[in-house]
């Protein structure tokens, strides 16, 4: 027997806010208990594990940026602006409600010497997405060398991410700027 929908969404709420803002080994279960006003007992029922609850919190995460990157895709006519169109949801995302400090993936995996087997698959596929969906939107762009594009301007966006905890609300001015120069780079 699984866990109620709205009980699972204030176990999600509790490990969102807890998790990804003073991090996972900081975060003992009982407080995301207190705070999702759940037992133990529905807890594990729903997920087996703290790490499991971090991995079910990061793929609501990531379901949550990929609507903020559709979002903000739709909004650009060109194919460029479509491509570019990451930074938009980036700094619309990181000034939502669920910004956070920096980037929950990347703060995940570097929590643990040897990542849990669910948490790493989550990153695993968000950074996956980031490439693919990088790619894509390169391919109009930069044609055959979208892949390297793609490869390039993930890691500016992780620079953006990790920026962010140097400087609280960094944005990502530089990051388009840099990614124009990589992007004229390929099409000149």
Do not use: N
Not at 37 to 52: D, N
Not at 79 to 91: E, W
């Amino acid at each position: 027997m699984g866990i109620r929908s709205k009980t699972e969404e204030k176990l999600l709420d509790a490990a969102d806010e807890f998790f990804f803002t003073r991090g996972i080994a900081a975060t003992p279960v009982d407080v995301i208990l207190d705070r999702a006003g759940v037992s133990a007992a529905t807890l594990y029922r729903g997920y087996p594990s703290k790490e499991a609850l971090v991995a079910a919190a990061l793929t609501r995460r990531h379901k949550a940026w990929l609507a903020a990157w559709d979002q903000a895709i739709e909004r650009q006519a060109t194919a460029r602006g479509k491509l570019l169109a990451v930074f938009d949801a980036l700094d619309e995302f990181m000034a939502g409600p669920g910004g956070a400090r920096w980037c929950a993936f990347l703060g995940s995996a570097a929590e643990y010497a040897d990542t849990p087997a669910e948490i790493l698959e989550v990153v695993r596929a968000d950074t996956t997405s980031f490439q693919t969906r990088l790619a894509e939107f390169a391919v109009p762009v930069v044609g055959r060398q979208a892949q390297a594009l793609a490869e390039e301007l993930l890691l500016v966006v992780t620079g953006v991410l990790a920026m962010r905890l140097r400087e609280a609300g960094h944005g990502t001015t530089t990051a388009r700027r840099v990614a124009s120069f990589l992007i004229e780079a390929r099409t000149a």
